[in-house]
């Protein structure tokens, strides 16, 4: 009987030995698993900015030419409020980009007025805003919708 103990206390050890060596092979593959998740989160994220980068070397804009027109219509958004004031008529031109990427708009700014026009500019666009006056500069910039937000690309500026 004594011979009968002894080798199943040596099949023990050797047991044990199998079972540590699955659980380091089950802590590597969680490790592995842990790692995996931390580096494809991170290159997720900075796919948009590489999307964004592409994007944007096809959004070349530039303000072709900026009119204005003086109204007796009330302008809220015109400094001043009352009186008479203006209509700014700003021309985008689209440049020749690396790729010909549709732009989900562009914004626009005149002093502290500003407006945004969705959609694409293929070759030129005209926007209307509400000015005080002859404008002396504006401001355009181009931009995409990523993820629900406005990623902007190109900015402009324009003086008289």
């Given at each position: 009987m004594k011979g009968g103990k002894k080798?199943?206390?040596?099949?023990?050890?050797?047991?044990s030995g199998v079972v540590v060596s699955l659980i380091t092979v089950l802590l590597a593959i969680v490790a592995i698993g842990i790692v995996w998740t931390v580096i494809a989160g991170i290159m997720d994220k900075n796919s948009d900015s590489i999307d964004i980068n592409n994007m944007c070397q096809g959004a070349l804009i530039k303000i072709d030419s900026v009119t204005y027109e003086m109204t007796t219509e009330a302008n809220p958004g015109a400094t001043p409020p009352?009186?008479?004031?203006?209509?700014c008529t700003v021309t985008i031109k689209?440049?020749?980009?690396?790729s010909e990427e549709t732009m989900d708009g562009v914004s626009i700014a005149i002093g502290e007025n500003s407006e945004s026009e969705d959609g694409n500019i293929a070759l030129t666009k005209s926007i209307k805003i509400g000015c005080a006056g002859e404008?002396?500069?504006a401001t355009a910039r181009a931009?995409?919708?990523i993820n629900e937000e406005d990623k902007y690309c190109s900015t402009v500026e324009w003086t008289a």
């Open positions: 080798i199943m206390i040596n099949n023990k050890r050797g047991l009352t009186g008479e004031v203006g209509i689209r440049l020749p980009g690396v404008p002396t500069e931009y995409f919708t």
